[in-house]
């Protein structure tokens, strides 16, 4: 196995690991409230920092590996820290979509889908079955990748050449299921999200930007976060000879590197989320005309995120009949 110079890696790790445990813990309270609004938002990022500290756990075994130079834990340990990893990979991705795709229905079409607004309950259910899903699927894609050593194993987070066909496959399937999906679903969401928001002249500026960030950021965290790792992972089985695949060992430690950032750039999440709510509270309160938020909210314009739509168009009826 060829790597970089281990000692950065495990500095870099262990700060990663230090700054994402507290982040994470905060950004699950913030999720908790606003699940206690009932805001479906919270349930995916509840799952994000979920989903992360557990992959502080692999990564405090994956920096324990760097700094023995050897694997002391068993097979067993190995297999569930791999697929603990794997599966922060794709639940991560699928929550981000997750997101950007609730605010493609809220922006795009927001009276369309109504019945899925402020249910909890359906975002809890997806939630669910995410997990499942990913779970299910990485552990036997693990248990075939790595379950041919024996368990007196001294390596882990290897790859085994030559790649089984199997192997070969299941490679394939999390490359385009796993990532490539969640990407262009967040992408087409990002887009039809910007030209709606930008043609809202109603749309203040400082909201279109934040709206806009936090699109950037769901979008960024998956190609930059798990574009690298992906692509490396099916490099791999594209090379049948690990004596040709010196170069794909450097982009092991620089794609994984990559992939660890998601920790910390999933908490600035909720900064957006939870500051576009408080625009739109304002954008309401200080609108000279609240009768041309009305107009537009039947006309499907409004740039309103977070709040329930349909109580607010309510509230105007009562007050401006």
Not at 13 to 30: D, Q, R
Request: proline share 3%; net charge positive.
């Amino acid at each position: 196995h060829w790597t970089f110079n281990q000692m950065p890696l495990q500095f870099f790790y262990m700060a990663v690991i230090i700054t994402a445990i507290p982040c994470n813990i905060f950004s699950l309270f913030v999720a908790c409230q606003h699940i206690s609004q009932r805001n479906e938002l919270g349930v995916y990022l509840f799952n994000l920092a979920l989903s992360d500290l557990a992959l502080t756990v692999g990564l405090s075994l994956w920096l324990d590996f760097l700094w023995r130079q050897a694997w002391v834990h068993g097979q067993y340990v190995c297999l569930i820290s791999v697929n603990i990893i794997y599966t922060n990979f794709y639940t991560c991705d699928a929550f981000l979509c997750c997101i950007a795709l609730d605010r493609y229905l809220a922006v795009v079409h927001p009276f369309k889908y109504t019945f899925l607004k402020g249910k909890v309950g359906i975002a809890a259910m997806v939630s669910i079955a995410i997990w499942v899903t990913v779970l299910f699927f990485n552990t036997r894609g693990t248990v075939m990748e790595l379950g041919v050593q024996n368990e007196k194993l001294s390596r882990c987070f290897d790859v085994i050449y030559p790649v089984p066909q199997i192997v070969t496959q299941v490679s394939m399937v999390r490359f385009f299921v796993g990532f490539v999906v969640p990407f262009l679903l967040v992408g087409f969401s990002t887009w039809r999200i910007c030209k709606v928001v930008k043609s809202n002249q109603a749309t203040e500026e400082q909201e279109r930007n934040r709206i806009l960030k936090l699109l950037t950021v769901i979008l960024l965290c998956i190609f930059l976060c798990f574009g690298p790792v992906n692509v490396t992972m099916l490099l791999h089985t594209m090379v049948g000879d690990c004596r040709n695949a010196k170069w794909l060992f450097y982009m092991d430690d620089v794609s994984m590197a990559m992939t660890s950032l998601n920790c910390l750039a999933d908490p600035l999440l909720y900064c957006f989320i939870t500051e576009t709510g408080k625009a739109n509270l304002i954008i309401l309160k200080s609108t000279p005309d609240p009768a041309l938020n009305l107009r537009q909210l039947c006309n499907g314009k409004s740039s309103l995120l977070l709040q329930d739509k349909l109580s607010i168009k309510k509230k105007l009826l009562a007050l401006y009949g």
